[in-house]
C-alpha cells in the first residue's frame, strides 16, 4: 500500500497519475498547504522540505521496514522501479526517459510555476519578471513540441517523463501559452488527456489555483524562511 501526502497542484497530480496507471492501492492524505499543514511534525517527518507529493510505501519490495520519500521526481523514479512500468531496461532507454524526467522537474516546472506566481499571485506585477517566465514557459514549450515531431512521447514511449510533465501543460492558458502554437505538443496532450487513468485522476479535482488565495494563505504559501 503506498500512502500519499498529496495537494491538487501539478506536482502532486504526476503521483496519482503514476498509481492509477499502474493500478497501485494507496491511501490519499490531502495536505493543505494553504493552511500550513505541511508543517505539521507527522509531515515534516516523512518531507523535511514541507512541500507535497511525498509517500510513504508500507510493503517495499525488498520486505523491509516502510520507505517514505519526497520530491516527485524521486517518487516517481521509485515507484517506476517498483513496479516495473513506465521506465525501460535497457542502458539507452532508461537514460532517454531519465534525461526528460530531470528537464521537467529542473525547467519545465519550476519555470512554469514562476510564471504563475508573477502573472497571477505577485502582489507588485513586474513587467520584466512577467516577460522572462512566460518566455521561458514559451521556450520550453518549444523544446517539447520540437521534441514530438518524430515520435509520440518524449522518450518514445510513454512513460514517467510523459507522466511528470503532462500536468504542468495542464495549465497552459493560465501561462500564457496557446497549445495551436505547438502542434506536436498539441497532440501529444490531447493523447494523454484521453487516457482512462490521467481522465480519472482529473475527473473530480479542483485545481489548487481556482480561487484567490487569502492573505493568510499567501503568507503560508510564499512568507516562508528558515523560521517559518
Keep these: 500500500m503506498i500512502e500519499l501526502y498529496h495537494w491538487p497542484t501539478p506536482n502532486g497530480h504526476k503521483i496519482t497519475i503514476f498509481l492509477?496507471?499502474?493500478?497501485?492501492?494507496?491511501?490519499l492524505h490531502p495536505?493543505?498547504?494553504?493552511?500550513?499543514?505541511?508543517?505539521?511534525?507527522?509531515?515534516?517527518?516523512?518531507?523535511?522540505?514541507?512541500?507535497?507529493?511525498?509517500?510513504?510505501?508500507?510493503?517495499?519490495?525488498?520486505g523491509g521496514k516502510p520507505v517514505s520519500l519526497f520530491e516527485s521526481g524521486a517518487i516517481l523514479l521509485y515507484l517506476a522501479e517498483k513496479t516495473g512500468l513506465f521506465l525501460p531496461q535497457d542502458l539507452r532507454g532508461r537514460a532517454e526517459v531519465l534525461q526528460w524526467l530531470f528537464w521537467q522537474v529542473a525547467g519545465l516546472g519550476p519555470m512554469s510555476g514562476q510564471n504563475?506566481?508573477?502573472?497571477?499571485?505577485?502582489?507588485?506585477?513586474?513587467p520584466y519578471a512577467i516577460d522572462r517566465y512566460v518566455r521561458e514557459t514559451n521556450r520550453l514549450y518549444g523544446v517539447m513540441d520540437?521534441?514530438?515531431?518524430?515520435?509520440?512521447?518524449?522518450?518514445?514511449?510513454?512513460?514517467?517523463?510523459?507522466?511528470?510533465?503532462?500536468?504542468?501543460?495542464?495549465?497552459?492558458?493560465?501561462?500564457?501559452?496557446?497549445?495551436?502554437?505547438?502542434?506536436n505538443l498539441k497532440r501529444w496532450f490531447e493523447t494523454i488527456k484521453a487516457r482512462p487513468a490521467v481522465a480519472k485522476v482529473y475527473a473530480n479535482v479542483r485545481p489548487s489555483y481556482s480561487k484567490p488565495v487569502t492573505?493568510?494563505?499567501?503568507?503560508?504559501?510564499?512568507g516562508q524562511t528558515a523560521k517559518r
Excluded: C
Aim: overall charge negative; proline content about 8%.
Design 20 to 27: 492509477e496507471e499502474a493500478g497501485l492501492a494507496y491511501n
Design 31 to 62: 495536505v493543505n498547504i494553504g493552511k500550513g499543514e505541511q508543517f505539521r511534525p507527522e509531515f515534516l517527518a516523512i518531507s523535511p522540505n514541507n512541500r507535497i507529493p511525498a509517500i510513504v510505501d508500507t510493503a517495499p519490495a525488498d
Design 116 to 126: 504563475g506566481h508573477f502573472v497571477h499571485y505577485a502582489r507588485e506585477k513586474i
Design 146 to 183: 520540437g521534441r514530438l515531431a518524430d515520435r509520440p512521447f518524449l522518450a518514445g514511449d510513454y512513460s514517467i517523463a510523459d507522466i511528470a510533465s503532462y500536468p504542468w501543460v495542464v495549465p497552459h492558458e493560465r501561462y500564457g501559452q496557446d497549445l495551436a502554437d505547438f502542434p
Design 215 to 222: 492573505e493568510e494563505e499567501r503568507m503560508v504559501l510564499f
